[in-house]
C-alpha cells in the first residue's frame, strides 16, 4: 500500500529556505502518468495547490510561489523535495504532499507537516 | 480569495441530505475540467472522496456523490451520520494557473 511521509524542520527562520523531503513507501516513484505534489494549508485557510513533478521532472508550479519554488525528484531514494526560498511568516502551513494522476485527482497523500516561519 | 468558491459552512441532522456547492469559471469547471472532492478532518491527511465529478474510491460509502454541470460542481452527502462532521474541498485544474485549484473548503457540522 502507497504511503507517504513528509520530513523536515519545524522552525525557519524569515528569509530563508524552507525545505521538504516527501519518502515514498509501497510503490515506486518512477511510475509514468503519475505526479507527485506539495500542498499546503494555512491556519484558518484552506488547501493550495503550490507544485507538482512527474518522475522524468517534469515540473510545474503555482504562479503565486513560482520563482521561489523548486521541486525535484530524488535521484537515488524514493523521494521527492521541495524548496521554498525567500521564507516568510505567510509560508507558516500544514505542509502536505501528494501523489495525483494527469487529471490531478489526488488519491494518496501524506499525513502532514507543521512549518512555522519566524525568529 | 479561492478560485473555487465554497459556502463556509453547511449543517445537517442525522440522517438528513446536505450539499455543498462548488462555483468555478470559464478556466476551470466551466472549460470542463473534472472536479474532485476530499474530505479532511483536522490532523489528518486529506481523503478523496468523488473524483472525475461523480465517481467514488473503493470504500466510500455511496451516501456520497457529486455532479457538475456548467461552472458548478456539487457534492450531496445523504442519511447524514455523525462521522461525517469534517471539512470538504472540491478541486479541479485551472488553465490560468496551469495546475491545481481547490476551493476554500465547507465545515460540515452534524447537529
Known amino acids: 500500500q502507497l504511503q507517504l511521509r513528509e520530513s523536515g524542520p519545524r522552525l525557519v527562520k524569515p528569509s530563508e529556505t524552507l525545505s521538504l523531503t516527501c519518502f515514498v513507501s509501497g510503490a515506486s516513484i518512477t511510475t509514468d502518468n503519475y505526479y507527485w505534489a506539495w500542498i499546503r494549508q494555512p491556519p484558518g485557510k484552506g488547501l493550495e495547490w503550490l507544485g507538482s513533478?512527474?518522475?522524468?521532472?517534469?515540473?510545474s508550479y503555482h504562479p503565486s510561489v513560482r520563482g521561489r519554488l523548486f521541486v525535484s525528484v530524488g535521484s537515488s531514494e524514493n523521494q521527492f523535495s521541495m524548496r521554498l526560498s525567500s521564507a516568510t511568516a505567510a509560508d507558516t502551513a500544514v505542509y502536505y504532499c501528494?501523489?495525483?494522476?494527469?487529471?490531478?485527482?489526488?488519491?494518496?497523500w501524506g499525513r502532514g507537516t507543521t512549518v512555522v516561519v519566524s525568529s | 480569495q479561492s478560485v473555487l468558491t465554497q459556502p463556509p459552512s453547511v449543517s445537517g441532522a442525522p440522517g438528513q441530505r446536505v450539499t455543498i456547492s462548488c462555483t468555478g469559471s470559464?478556466?476551470?469547471?466551466?472549460?470542463?475540467?473534472?472536479v474532485h472532492w476530499y474530505q479532511h478532518l483536522p490532523g489528518t491527511a486529506p481523503k478523496l472522496l468523488i473524483y472525475f465529478n461523480n465517481n467514488r474510491p473503493s470504500g466510500v460509502p455511496d451516501r456520497f456523490s457529486g455532479s457538475r454541470s456548467g461552472t458548478s460542481a456539487s457534492l450531496a452527502v445523504t442519511g447524514l451520520q455523525p462521522e461525517d462532521e469534517a471539512d470538504y474541498y472540491c478541486?479541479?485544474?485551472?488553465?490560468?494557473?496551469?495546475?491545481?485549484?481547490f476551493g476554500g473548503g465547507t465545515r460540515l457540522t452534524v447537529l
Open positions: 478541486q479541479s485544474y485551472d488553465s490560468g494557473v496551469s495546475g491545481s485549484v
Open positions: 501528494a501523489k495525483h494522476a494527469i487529471s490531478h485527482n489526488m488519491a494518496v
Open positions: 470559464s478556466s476551470n469547471i466551466g472549460a470542463g475540467y473534472d
Open positions: 513533478i512527474s518522475y522524468r521532472g517534469r515540473a
